[in-house]
């Protein structure tokens, strides 16, 4: 018995730790998992960059599938997830909202100008106390929110096809159908 | 040389002490225990742009706001548990550097035991066999 257990018991040692090692390889610490998935959109009142006087709140997230961008134009991902914004916007499958994370006001209303503004409104957060509510470390975060206003999923850096096809669709599709 | 190092030590803890005072050096206290407290909850709270920075450390802009959201609770007169509820509401168990016992961190917080148990029981088989070998050759 002993005999068998000093040959294999190393072995053991190595898979076990081999395994965890492995999955470890796999993880990105930056990719912090939400807190708010399956809770309702935290409440906030934010001045709409697009209307002045209008502000945006988690009320116009209620009736349909949305997502929300937290972004900012001196983030660079975020520039260059821009285009797949505006072809989902285009796509019409969810509407698109977003908050200007710690931004300039006159630099934000070029910005759009210049890159296009698939947004039906962006919410001005010029402390960053909205996206600290959201729990949002770092721009570009998209939120996914269903019609009744509860987050269903989070992705974190920039948007591209792939993330679209293979995560974020299948999520809406099954939204839609009622399977989840 | 044993001087020497010695001198060397105390100056670079003299050095680190002086960046520590300088996070908190723009927050004014009341009183201590609040200046405290703040001292503690940014120690014990990451910053989560540069992970392995606490946010008293750190330089990074959400470190920043995230010092003076603490600064405002603890000037409100929020106790410490209430800022640490108002963090892992909003980023998860990841913000702090001491992992909360639950279920979800059983393994590893008793992992740690468990190999040593497993340790002295190996270690105790081995002893035994040998002590019988031993009695037995003689």
Excluded at chain 1, 41 to 58: A, E, H, N, R
Excluded at chain 2, 24 to 44: D, G, H, I, W
């Amino acid at each position: 018995m002993f005999r068998y257990w000093r040959y294999h018991l190393p072995l053991a040692v190595f898979l076990l730790l081999a395994v965890f090692l492995w999955r470890g390889l796999q993880l990105d610490p930056h990719k912090i998992p939400s807190t708010l998935i399956n809770k309702p959109v935290p409440k906030f009142d934010l001045p709409d960059i697009m209307v002045p006087g209008k502000s945006f709140t988690q009320q116009q997230l209620l009736g349909e599938i949305s997502l929300v961008n937290v972004w900012a134009t001196w983030c660079t991902a975020c520039q260059q997830e821009h285009p797949i914004l505006l072809d989902i916007a285009r796509d019409s499958k969810v509407k698109l909202y977003a908050i200007d994370y710690k931004d300039e006001l006159t630099e934000a209303k070029n910005w759009l100008a210049q890159y296009g503004n698939p947004f039906l409104a962006i919410g001005f957060d010029a402390t960053g106390q909205t996206a600290i509510d959201w729990g949002v470390y770092g721009t570009p975060e998209t939120f996914l929110i269903d019609s009744q206003g509860i987050i269903r999923y989070k992705h974190v850096g920039p948007l591209t096809k792939q993330v679209w096809q293979h995560t974020l669709l299948p999520i809406i599709n099954k939204l839609r159908t009622g399977a989840i | 040389m044993k001087v020497y190092f010695l001198k060397l030590m105390s100056a670079m803890l003299l050095l680190y002490s002086l960046t520590a005072e300088a996070a908190t050096e723009q927050y004014p206290f009341v009183n201590s225990t609040q200046r405290a407290a703040f001292k503690q909850l940014t120690q014990e709270l990451r910053c989560l742009v540069c992970q392995n920075q606490d946010l008293a450390d750190s330089n990074a802009p959400l470190a920043v706001d995230l010092r003076a959201e603490i600064y405002q609770m603890i000037q409100r007169g929020e106790s410490k548990q209430s800022v640490i509820n108002y963090m892992t509401a909003r980023y998860g168990d990841f913000i702090l550097y001491k992992t909360p016992l639950k279920s979800t961190t059983y393994v590893l917080w008793l992992s740690p035991f468990a190999t040593l148990l497993i340790a002295f029981s190996v270690l105790i088989i081995i002893v035994r066999s040998r002590y019988q070998r031993m009695t037995g050759d003689s």
